[in-house]
């Protein structure tokens, strides 16, 4: 009996120290938490003061698509109807197109307009000024020579400046009146002396040292371009309507020439038949004026080239495009 008690009263001890551990435990668990507990509670408590004495920010608009219907924004001018912006987009078209084609076409126009009322063969002396006293000294010589003055005072023969018929803008096109002509090549626009009949012609041009194939002597192949443009221009008035082109062109070199003097183109028309005219000439140096009689006639100067040719006026040549008639 004694025993059991004993036993009794150990178990009973040893119960109550483990219950004293887990409540010794739990009591330093609580007494550890209650400040961490306490301050953030306390730290919760002054944020959301702290936030509460902040305005607040004014409430977001909800986004929405740039395609949403719903946006409200400025308002657009209503559309024109249809029928409306059809002839504005027509008419400004057609205003944009013609100030584009006055701006670039307006050098053309004025060539055109050019060669539709192209000066008189008179007024064509009057047009050329040198533009240096060099050119101006040869100008001189040509007009002051005694074979002029004989041909301008022969009212046979009409003098002419035909190169300058042509229009500024397109002399760049033409060979003897444009790209051979100028200081040191054919230095200023031949004068020459046509009939009325084609029959004969006469013409006078100054030749440069630019215009050389050796050096001092006037290439040939410029002497037959002279040859066979002066023979054209002297049967084209032969010709139904007054223009032609070469079948033939043939060449006896003579003599050289050479540059830095005033040579002579005579040519004859010999023989026309409906749209053919046959012609011959010769390029020849110009004597001096005191190598020349009181009637203007040539004393001997050397013949260069002598020529023929047979010209063909075209079946379209009604139609032809002309610059220079």
Not at 264 to 293: F, I, P, Q, S, Y
Not at 296 to 317: K, N, S
Request: charged letters at 20%.
């Amino acid at each position: 009996m004694y025993t059991a008690r004993i036993a009794l009263s150990r178990h009973v001890g040893l119960a109550t120290a483990a219950f004293r551990r887990e409540v010794g435990r739990c009591s330093s668990i609580k007494h550890d938490r209650t400040p961490q507990t306490q301050w953030t509670t306390t730290t919760t408590r002054s944020q959301r003061r702290s936030i509460a004495s902040q305005p607040l920010p004014p409430p977001k608009e909800e986004e929405k698509s740039p395609l949403d219907p719903s946006i409200s924004g400025p308002k657009s001018k209503s559309k024109r109807p249809f029928y409306i912006r059809i002839p504005v987009a027509v008419a400004l078209t057609f205003l944009a197109f013609s100030a584009g084609f006055t701006m670039t076409g307006a050098p053309a126009i004025e060539s055109l307009k050019d060669v539709a009322n192209p000066p008189t063969d008179a007024e064509t002396l009057e047009l050329y000024t040198p533009p240096s006293d060099e050119l101006a000294a040869i100008e001189s010589q040509i007009f002051t020579h005694p074979l002029t003055l004989s041909l301008l005072n022969d009212p046979t023969y009409i003098p002419s400046r035909p190169h300058l018929k042509i229009p500024a803008g397109l002399r760049a096109q033409n060979l003897t009146g444009g790209t051979l002509l100028g200081e040191d090549k054919i230095a200023v626009p031949p004068l020459q002396f046509t009939t009325a009949d084609g029959s004969r012609f006469v013409s006078l041009q100054y030749l440069g040292p630019a215009l050389c194939g050796h050096p001092g002597i006037v290439h040939g192949g410029l002497l037959a371009t002279l040859l066979d443009e002066g023979l054209a221009r002297c049967c084209f008035p032969a010709l139904p309507n007054k223009v032609g082109v070469t079948a033939s062109l043939k060449l006896d070199y003579k003599a050289p020439c050479m540059a830095g003097q005033i040579v002579v183109l005579v040519a004859e028309t010999t023989k026309v038949e409906g749209r053919k005219a046959w012609v011959k000439g010769r390029l020849e140096t110009l004597k001096g004026g005191e190598e020349w009689r009181e009637n203007g006639e040539r004393m001997g100067g050397v013949v260069l080239t002598e020529a023929e040719a047979l010209f063909i006026e075209p079946r379209q040549a009604a139609t032809m495009r002309r610059v220079v008639n």
